[in-house]
C-alpha cells in the first residue's frame, strides 16, 4: 500500500516483487483492495490483469474531461 503511490500502474506479478512474498499474497491482497475500491483494473482480461489506483485514475479521468471541455485557441 505504502508504494501504491509511487507505482500507481502495476500487475500481479509486478506487486509480487515489490511486496517480496509469494503471488498467492499478492492475488489476495489485490483482491481485497479491489473489493474496497482502492484499486481498479485498467483491462478487461482475468489473466495479465493491469490495475490502477482507483484515485490516480479519477484524476486522469477529471483531467481528460477538463481537456475536452477547454475553449480551443485557433492557430
Do not use: C
Not at 502495476?10 to 498467492?24: I, N, Q, V, W
Amino acid at each position: 500500500m505504502d508504494g501504491l503511490l509511487d507505482h500507481p500502474i502495476f500487475s500481479a506479478d509486478e506487486a509480487a516483487l515489490r511486496l517480496g512474498g509469494a503471488p498467492s499474497s499478492a492475488y489476495a491482497a489485490i483482491a481485497r483492495l479491489h473489493e474496497a475500491g482502492v484499486i481498479k483494473p485498467l483491462t478487461n482480461r482475468t489473466r495479465g490483469q493491469v490495475w490502477i489506483a482507483a484515485s490516480v485514475a479519477e484524476e486522469l479521468d477529471d483531467l481528460g474531461v477538463r481537456i475536452a471541455a477547454a475553449p480551443r485557441r485557433e492557430s
